[in-house]
């Protein structure tokens, strides 16, 4: 961080939809008043807390600095370690996170933001903290959408339920995976249909297992995909959750690589088929349905 002042947004931010974007939105307002627009969020494995561990966080860090940094745009992302400031008290946290170490000149947060030990503060005690440090405080109410708040948990619903259609409407930006590449079985290639195969992280919420249409990013070219989420039943042996994609008319070395996939429409369950000429001939089904959403 620089000695720069700062418009900072404050949230765990799990999904960054359209809710989160308000607030974040608030604070890049403030660059017409010569401030930096900064995210303070947490570790993704936070959300685990906030649930009770029911469901999964929605994005990895990497895939938070990926909406946040290039589709957002925010100037800086803080993202310290849950227990390094857990037990600071809400008064704590005002001076030497938001006043010392931030330069914080303008706040922003929900109006169910809480922070501070044991979650003990809220916006009220925020704007108090302000008057004191010298920071003013901005909170932004609840997005609505469809008739309902938006909230991380109602999008996760509808991941778990594979509508992935409404859940791109409240994140404001289609749901995506980033990560690695990993070497799998090498099946599809023996039936005519390469694949990668990506992890999902510990932790991290998994789709309803099933078939999507799906978009790959492949060095900037944007390539319509079919993706399988789950465990890939009619192969023996595979029983991680993973996510499957077989990018249309791309055929290319991508292994070690990071890959991000967006998801565009759920298109069937996964299922189990007595042989690999079953599999293929579905495959070949999937891809022309893709085709054709896309």
């Not at 627009?37 to 685990?48: M, S």
């Not at 996170?97 to 929900?110: D, E, R, S």
Request: aromatic share 8%.
């Amino acid at each position: 961080m620089t000695n720069k002042r700062t418009a900072v947004a404050l949230g765990l931010f799990d999904g960054v939809h359209l809710g989160h974007r308000a607030v974040i939105a608030a604070a890049e307002a403030q660059r017409e008043n010569g401030l930096s627009a900064v995210v303070f969020t947490f570790e993704p494995e936070c959300a685990l807390r906030k649930t009770g561990g029911t469901s999964g966080y929605i994005y990895t860090r990497t895939e938070k600095e990926i909406l946040l940094y290039e589709q957002i745009g925010v100037d800086d992302i803080v993202s310290p370690r849950f227990d390094s400031i857990c037990g600071l008290s809400g008064e704590e946290f005002a001076e030497e996170i938001l006043c010392k170490q931030l330069h914080a000149a303008h706040v922003c947060c929900g109006d169910d933001f809480k922070f501070g030990k044991n979650a003990a503060c809220g916006a009220q005690e925020l704007t108090c903290f302000g008057k004191r440090f010298g920071f003013e405080v901005e909170v932004v109410g609840a997005v609505e959408y469809g008739g309902s708040i938006v909230s991380s948990s109602r999008i996760r619903e509808l991941l778990l339920s594979g509508d992935i259609a409404a859940a791109n409407e409240l994140l404001g930006s289609a749901y995506f995976i980033s990560a690695k590449v990993t070497d799998g079985n090498h099946i599809g290639r023996t039936i005519d249909f390469p694949t990668i195969n990506q992890d999902f992280a510990e932790g991290q919420l998994v789709p309803r297992y099933g078939v999507y249409s799906t978009f790959t990013n492949v060095g900037g070219r944007v390539l319509p995909s079919v993706t399988n989420v789950g465990v890939k039943p009619t192969i023996e042996g595979v029983r991680r959750p993973l996510a499957e994609t077989h990018i249309i008319g791309y055929s290319g070395d991508l292994y070690g690589k990071n890959i991000d996939v967006s998801f565009n429409s759920f298109i069937r369950p996964e299922m189990k088929f007595g042989s690999l000429d079953e599999l293929k001939a579905q495959i070949n089904a999937d891809i022309q349905t893709a085709v054709n959403i896309s």
